[in-house]
């Protein structure tokens, strides 16, 4: 099925090379995209009144009054959930103007993710489809009043269209992602499927860290027919694309509603029925679900419960490093973490402590040590990757390629060298990946995840591994060390690295080390 289908051939046609490398896309560097949305003339509530850092409340709106300012879905609790999901975190000015760092790291910062909140029954917000407006932490009604689905209705269609998942059915709020293509494609071209579903990822590993720490719980829906989640948002089809449904949930509903999956199969497509010449928007089209096809898709059960901790046989007879983490919990102060974190720009070559990778990884890879069920990650499938280590300076550990065995937090030696000069040419030179510690690369077998869930796999793919990547950032920059994705790479140098076949593709890579 791989090589017939609009993934495998979008992946090909996606992939950089050295021959090819800066052909084909012209960059308008005289009009970049806007990064935020814009409602003229729509209704607003300001959440500034209940901003989490007190310098920027708003204090004459904050003595407005509040009828419900201690449930769990108040406003006071949503400022906060939405700010440390994708908030504004820092405002830097200059004479070229404003550049905004956010809760959560973009490509090229363009931050392609929207965020938008559907609530019924709430005693300080009108029922409807609100938008996150980042720029001034405010929420913006998408209907004028009146014409917009409300309430039951609102709810109702919602339900229907996530197939009456239960956790989306009792909810009465629900937060919707969205990725605006164009922000992205203006500078990465047909690429940016993959920048943008990365760059969801983070924003996801942030929301799934802030729920609990508001008294909330959450859960990933990702098998939802897209259009008519699309119409309920009143978003532009193929420009604007659904990437997941989470309803929010007090913490002591966890139990009641946790049922369900989290992933479902795109509708079948053949390559020779996609539409269009953009590679882009035939990829959109082709990992969507469609009402018309609902009988053919197969779900995929029991991956809504967080990771797959899955015991790992690949490599099981190679020489292993034990990770021994100490057991800290590095989510304790997410907060500050957040508001700290910013995207390493260069590192300085020295290496890490095999205590300080432990922690990491186990952060990133086994946050079941040290969180309970309700406050584990709400993955799609994230049992479809895998990650190698590719280690050139940490403390007891031989330099070369390492594949991490999760569940039993084993790193298996299966390619001893030096690889500073490879990783830096398959990072496109980026020296970032030379003078890294260590360099994870993120991978997975196309070939049966796309037979698990068709085309819709390349986004599962993309948004777990940008989902991990983020657990990455925040416990680096918890322990003070230097961390960076990369989502531009010479995509057939990292097979030839680690050795694996055509059919495993690399999804992500993350440098790791000290900051220089």
């Not at 109702?156 to 909810?171: G, I, K």
């Not at 992205?184 to 071209?189: L, T, V």
């Not at 096809?293 to 099981?316: N, P």
Request: net charge negative.
């Amino acid at each position: 099925m791989t090589h017939s289908s609009v993934a495998w051939q979008y992946h090909t046609q996606t992939k950089y090379a050295p021959e090819t490398l800066g052909q084909g896309q012209d960059i308008d560097w005289d009009h970049p995209p806007a990064q935020f949305k814009h409602y003229p003339g729509a209704p607003q509530t300001p959440l500034l009144p209940y901003h989490p850092l007190e310098k920027l409340r708003n204090e004459e709106d904050a003595a407005q009054r509040l009828n419900d300012p201690d449930s769990p879905l108040s406003l006071p609790r949503l400022s906060r959930l939405l700010y440390f999901t994708n908030g504004i975190t820092a405002i830097a000015r200059s004479a070229e103007g404003e550049h905004f760092f956010r809760a959560a790291p973009s490509a090229g910062a363009l931050y392609p993710t929207e965020l938008y909140l559907l609530v019924r029954r709430h005693l300080d917000l009108a029922d409807g489809v609100y938008n996150y407006n980042v720029r001034n932490h405010a929420l913006i009604e998408v209907y004028p009043k009146g014409l917009g689905p409300s309430g039951d209705e609102l709810f109702e269609r919602l339900s229907a269209a996530c197939l009456n998942h239960r956790a989306v059915r009792d909810a009465d709020a629900a937060l919707v992602a969205t990725a605006v293509y164009w922000r992205s494609a203006w500078r990465y071209g047909p690429r940016a499927f993959r920048r943008c579903m990365l760059d969801t990822g983070h924003v996801l590993g942030n929301l799934d860290l802030a729920v609990p720490r508001q008294g909330l719980c959450t859960f990933a829906v990702g098998g939802c027919v897209d259009d008519e989640v699309a119409d309920l948002l009143a978003i532009p089809h193929g420009q604007e694309g659904v990437i997941g449904v989470f309803p929010l949930h007090s913490h002591d509903a966890f139990e009641r509603v946790r049922r369900g999956t989290a992933a479902l199969a795109s509708s079948p497509l053949k390559l020779e029925d996609a539409r269009g010449e953009d590679p882009l928007r035939r990829l959109h089209e082709a990992t969507c679900i469609r009402r018309e096809d609902l009988a053919a898709i197969r779900a995929a059960a029991g991956v809504d419960a967080g990771a797959d901790y899955k015991i790992s046989q690949k490599h099981e007879f190679r020489a292993g490093v034990k990770l021994s983490p100490s057991g800290a919990d590095l989510a304790a102060d997410l907060e500050h973490t957040i508001l700290r974190r910013r995207s390493t720009r260069q590192l300085s070559g020295e290496g890490l402590t095999l205590r300080e990778l432990s922690d990491v990884m186990a952060f990133a890879y086994r946050p079941d040590l040290v969180s309970p069920e309700d406050a584990l990650p709400r993955y799609f499938d994230s049992g479809m990757l895998e990650t190698f280590v590719v280690v050139h300076d940490v403390q007891g550990m031989e330099p070369g390629v390492y594949y991490l065995a999760p569940r039993q937090l084993e790193l298996r030696l299966v390619k001893h060298g030096v690889f500073r000069g490879e990783t830096h040419h398959i990072a496109l030179g980026q020296d970032l990946a030379r003078d890294a510690a260590c360099v994870m690369f993120h991978t997975a077998d196309l070939t049966s995840a796309l037979e698990r869930y068709g085309n819709r796999a390349y986004r599962y793919l993309h948004l777990d591994a940008g989902h991990i990547g983020q657990r990455v950032n925040l416990a680096a920059i918890r322990l003070g060390l230097g961390v960076s994705g990369i989502g531009g790479f010479f995509d057939d140098a990292v097979n030839q690295l680690l050795d694996v076949p055509e059919r495993e593709l690399c999804v992500y890579i993350t440098c790791l080390g000290r900051p220089g």
